[in-house]
């Protein structure tokens, strides 16, 4: 079988300011959200990525985490912002 990703077209979304700024904290957020499953799962902090050993170098609070890593996450936000916008929902900041 050959997989073909087909993730929605999410190029014409502009996402408004307010929006915009929930990157960040959505992004912080999703590593919060990993790291807690991987420590219930077992794994600590490790230098290198062990599977055997369940260590993991981003096994840190956000603010710590390289900026490349950091850049994952916010692309994962952006990307999830884009595509509820794409299916026609409605984000907006409380008055």
């Known amino acids: 079988m050959i997989y073909q990703p087909e993730p929605l077209d999410t190029s014409a979304v502009v996402l408004p300011p307010d929006v915009l700024a929930l990157t960040e904290q959505l992004a912080r957020n999703t590593h919060e959200v990993w790291a807690r499953a991987r420590l219930q799962q077992g794994w600590t902090f490790g230098?290198?990525?062990?599977?055997?050993?369940?260590t993991h170098p981003c096994l840190v609070p956000y603010a710590d985490l390289p900026e490349e890593e950091k850049l994952h996450?916010?692309?994962?936000?952006l990307e999830t912002?884009?595509?509820?916008?794409?299916?026609?929902y409605v984000v907006s900041k409380p008055a």
């Open 47 to 54: 230098p290198v990525r062990d599977d055997a050993k369940k």
């Open 73 to 77: 996450d916010r692309n994962t936000a």
């Open 81 to 88: 912002l884009k595509a509820v916008l794409a299916l026609g």
